[in-house]
């Protein structure tokens, strides 16, 4: 079974500028996760998907960070502008339903640099 | 606030000897924890769980206790193998059907197994 695919797995932009990070999870997963993890602290849900639907964005940035699970499947996270604070990595994730119980599996995640 | 607290950033153990690997929570509304083990360039991957009605998990070497009057789990790994060598992750969060399994991570244990 094909796990959850993050791309691109680095990153190195300058402040003010657009990234945008792409995550197709695993098939058939219906619950799809993004998380923002800065160097020395654990991963901070930013959004929670099932399907298409948002089930949770309360952490999400909104002023600037943005995304989209068009279809259900595949995922896009955007940050635009992005600021110095928004080094981190972005790990996606994705469980076969909403809930504690179900598994949460992780993709490599994509290391963000702003310069 | 921080809701989930892992307060040893390392950890050093002798091949063959035990890992004990410590979390601290606030929120009472908890009631499912999870570890999760992350390699370097790599996502989290899921390690072993226990649900508030047990007080002890175990799964192979791995065994999670659980401590609700102190809001306290710990990972014991024994024998502790250079190949677990990693960042170690707790994670909790509430089950009841209308929560989203919304995971609240620690901030991480490094663990190094010296041969």
């Known amino acids: 079974e094909a796990g959850v695919a993050q791309s691109p797995r680095y990153k190195i932009i300058e402040k003010r500028q657009s990234v945008a990070f792409w995550c197709n999870p695993i098939s058939g997963h219906a619950t799809l996760y993004w998380y923002q993890q800065i160097l020395g602290q654990g991963p901070k849900l930013l959004i929670q998907f099932q399907n298409n639907g948002v089930v949770d964005d309360s952490q999400l940035p909104k002023d600037r960070f943005s995304a989209e699970r068009l279809k259900g499947v595949d995922s896009t996270l955007k940050i635009q502008p992005a600021k110095l604070e928004d080094s981190a990595v972005y790990l996606c994730?994705?469980?076969?339903?909403?809930?504690?119980?179900?598994?949460?599996?992780f993709g490599p995640g994509t290391r963000l640099t702003v310069l | 606030d921080q809701q989930v607290k892992q307060n040893s950033p390392s950890l050093s153990v002798q091949e063959g000897r035990i890992s004990i690997l410590n979390c601290d929570y606030t929120n009472s509304m908890f009631d499912y924890f999870l570890w999760y083990k992350k390699y370097p360039a790599e996502g989290p991957t899921f390690l072993i769980s226990?649900?508030?009605?047990?007080d002890k998990n175990e799964d192979g070497r791995f065994t999670v206790f659980l401590n609700k009057s102190a809001k306290h789990l710990s990972l014991h790994i024994v024998p502790s193998q250079p190949g677990d060598s990693a960042v170690y992750f707790c994670a909790a969060s509430e089950s009841g059907s209308s929560n989203t399994g919304k995971l609240i991570f620690g901030q991480g244990t490094t663990l190094q197994v010296k041969p």
């Open positions: 994730a994705s469980s076969s339903q909403t809930g504690a119980y179900n598994e949460q599996f």
């Open positions: 226990i649900s508030s009605i047990k």
